[in-house]
């Protein structure tokens, strides 16, 4: 196969739409692919249209343990949101204490799986790990020049985290001379490169920036050498040559045991965005933060007794909450103003009363102006009334103050504390929020662990100065990006919240208001008469 031929492997069913020249990063987005319906295996969109999923398949070996191997992969892609098909080159018997047996899939069964996945549906991106022969080798690049794809992302494992050995020497031949001339993108560690150039040195960032080069010369479109192993680093970096440029990408280093698994997620997780459309660096990028976010939630998870644990693709495993958020509170969100209550010269603990009186399902304490002290004293008087009626209570900014006086949680907007630091902080158990305006930010929020999004301003308001207005477009597109439980917020009232609330979005909660509430003589009146219209707006969603 040529080099040409790697990149333009086009299936007999891709509309010319899909063919890119081979100089090209591949830059096809989502929707130019869904006009693109193939003969895959589409899936029955509400309106009765069929949509094409993003595809990966994974060529690699499986690890009982489900840290790394197929399992990582599986994991990966679903959490970046791709279907991932699994082709098996090897069975381990595997935990975090290292590889206990290996057992090799015949190559004619191997040659099945391939066939049976790539004659049925269509695939985007073909990822390989373990290749344990040349023969296998040989074989998935016969099957690649029947059934193309647009990408293969080709992690070159030969031994694993844990020391042992997956590909013995001779499959660098079959590396060298078929699969890296093939290859989109290959992302070797320091061992890996340095066998793959006959045992040169990669021991600095500037070895590394050699090996990407001349790596690249053995074909591959792109070069990803990863330094996780270099000596002597505080943060992680990487080295991506793509032909023309050095990238080094620096990101943290996270200081744990559970990085089994690291290697195969990264080049999962950079296939997956290239299949939905990404071009390659920022594919990169974005699974690299992946890695890390993944890592830093996982640090002190415990799974197995070895020196090597495995992480949690899905940020879900750590101390599950004793009682889990119900995004149903976000219904009525009052937020305090210190400014309002001064006006109408109210103690904040009897504003926060009204406001549970007249049916506030969740208070945030919002004061910007209070002297440290004082706001301690006012936020455990509010708390003792919120749990005393079961409502919520955060505090706005404030994490330190959420803590002295115990709070249900914290809301925080892009320039406040960083949302992973605060559930670091924080632990599991409370409730953060966070203020988006941005697709891109409400994807971080998820990302980051954070239980909601705070989403305005919807119109304009007076409380909050140079407030950017986002629109009901904006609250619509921030809903749509994200699973996480969404509330309104900004120049909200009782004329305007209806028409929010039958926007119908499944994930958009409720509505957060400061002045038609607390800027109003009666909150108690003012609460209700909101707390119905939100009822009435929403009455035909249950
Ligand atoms: C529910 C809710 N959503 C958004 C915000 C705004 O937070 P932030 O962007 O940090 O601005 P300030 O409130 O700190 O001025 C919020 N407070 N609550
Ligand atoms: C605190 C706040 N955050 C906003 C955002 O857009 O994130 S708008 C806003 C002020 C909301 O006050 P009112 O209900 O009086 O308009
Ligand atoms: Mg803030």
Redesign the pocket.
Known sequence: MSSNQACLRLSPYQTPISILPRTRIITMSCKARQVDSGSGSPLLAGDGSRTRVPHVMTVAGSDSGAGAGIQADLKACGARGVYCSTVITAVTAQNTVGVQGVHIVPEEFLAQQLDSVMSDMEVDVVKTGMLPSKEIVRILCRALDKAPVRALVVDPVMVSTSGDVLAGPAILTAFREELLPVADLITPNLKEASALLDGIQVKTVADMCSAAKLLHQMGPRHVLVKGGDLPGSFDAVDVYFDGKEIHELHSARVRTKNTHGTGCTLASSIAAEVAKGSSMLPAIKASKQYVETSLLYSKDISIGNGPQGPFDHFLRLKGQRQQPFDPNVLFLYA?TDSGMNSKWNRPIANAVREAIEGGATIVQL?EKHAETRDFIEMAKSCMEICRSKGVPLLINDRVDIALACDADGVHV?QSDMPVRTARSILGPEKIIGV?C?TTEQAQQAWLDGADYI?C??IYP????EN?ITVGLDGLKAVCLSTKLPVVA????GISNAPAVMKLRLPNLKGV?????LF?RECITGETKRLQEALTIATAYDS
């Not at 308001?461 to 909050?464: E, S």
């Not at 917020?489 to 909200?492: A, T």
């Not at 957060?512 to 038609?516: G, L, R, T």
Request: aromatic fraction near 0%.
């Open positions: 937020v919002r907007g203020s305006k705070g305005g301003g308001t007076n409380t909050k407030n917020i900004g120049g909200i957060a208001v400061v002045s038609a800027d």
